[in-house]
């Protein structure tokens, strides 16, 4: 394994979740209860989207007030898609005024038929700005594609572009999901020849519907195995069955990916506690 990896393997893992902003009040009082029961995971902190879903910085903001009532460290996202500098600098300084020490920053996408509006054009630029407008106060995160982001020309100039990321300015990254373990360990591997020693923390998708995320992974560009799908597809709509393949595929997946050395899981809660529990309680940690 890499020296990447072997590095990371000394610390223990370090486990964080994702939120996105609820929609309305009922929304809002699940995502409360949702945070409560994840406490038991211990997650170093919590993260809170950024206009995926039409959400918007309002709503984000608030999401990362609540969490932080519970007690959490938050990272709130950040994408510079759509976004002016002047903005993107009043919403920084929101955050440092919230004592926010953490972000996560994304290019974003822009909703289809609208031109690109930023006045950034890739997560690099919005690191470089960060850095620029804020030093050092922020921890920032990234993302990763084992599985190549879909718009890259190929997986080397994908490659080449995450690591000018991390060289903007990045301590860290998050990858997208995927259920293949050998595309996260190659892409570190490769991500490590070319210099890059921070901690790329492997992003956990719980599986507990299928057709959602049949979708969704066309979208992102994470490949559902076909033993995978076909197991899926054959529970028709028996919710129990999915689930309870779903969580042994994804104990079977953050094993592997923790025992070979991944400095953490950062888990896709999609604001519902049950998935991400029943996985973390059968981990080895
Ligand atoms: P970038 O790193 O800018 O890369 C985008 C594409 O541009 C890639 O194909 C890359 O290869 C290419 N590229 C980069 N630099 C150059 C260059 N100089 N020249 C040519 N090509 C280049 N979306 C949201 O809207 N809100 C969220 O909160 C959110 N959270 C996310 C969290 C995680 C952990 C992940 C993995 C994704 C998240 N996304 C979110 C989705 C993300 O915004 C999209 O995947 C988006 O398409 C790419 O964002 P990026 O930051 O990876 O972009």
């Not at 993107?88 to 609208?114: F, H, N, W």
């Not at 066309?218 to 999915?242: N, T, V």
Request: one cysteine or more.
């Amino acid at each position: 394994s890499s020296p990447n990896s072997a590095a990371q393997a000394e610390a223990p893992a370090a486990i964080s979740l994702e939120f996105f902003p609820p929609r309305d009040n009922a929304a809002q009082e699940r995502l409360v209860r949702t945070a409560k029961q994840l406490v038991a995971v211990g997650p170093s902190y919590v993260s809170v989207t950024f206009g995926a879903g039409g959400s918007t910085r309002e709503g984000t903001l608030n999401t990362v007030r609540t969490l932080q009532g519970l007690g959490y460290e938050v990272a709130p996202h950040l994408s510079c898609v759509g976004s002016t500098l002047d903005s993107l600098s009043e919403t920084l300084a929101s955050y440092r005024k919230a004592g926010i020490r953490r972000l996560v920053a994304l290019r974003g996408d822009m909703p289809s038929g609208m031109g690109d509006m930023g006045e950034l054009r890739y997560a690099s630029d919005l690191v470089r700005f960060i850095r620029e407008e804020s030093g050092d106060w922020f921890h920032i995160e990234v993302a990763a594609y084992p599985e190549m982001h879909p718009q890259a020309a190929g997986p080397d100039a994908d490659l080449t572009h995450f690591v000018n990321k991390m060289n903007a300015g990045a301590n860290g990254a998050i990858t997208q999901y995927f259920f293949n373990a050998d595309a996260y360990f190659d892409f570190l591997d490769r991500a490590t020849a070319k210099g890059v020693l921070a901690p790329i923390v492997p992003g956990i998708m719980p599986i507990t519907n299928h057709s959602q995320l049949a979708r969704f992974s066309d979208m992102c560009g994470a490949e559902i195995p076909r033993w995978i799908r076909l197991r899926l597809a054959s529970y028709g709509d028996d919710k129990a069955s999915i689930r309870a393949f779903g969580q042994d595929v994804m104990v079977e997946l953050c094993q592997t990916l923790l025992d070979s050395g991944a400095p953490g899981l950062h888990f896709y809660t999609m604001n519902s506690p049950d998935a991400t529990l029943g996985i973390w309680k059968q981990l080895e940690l």
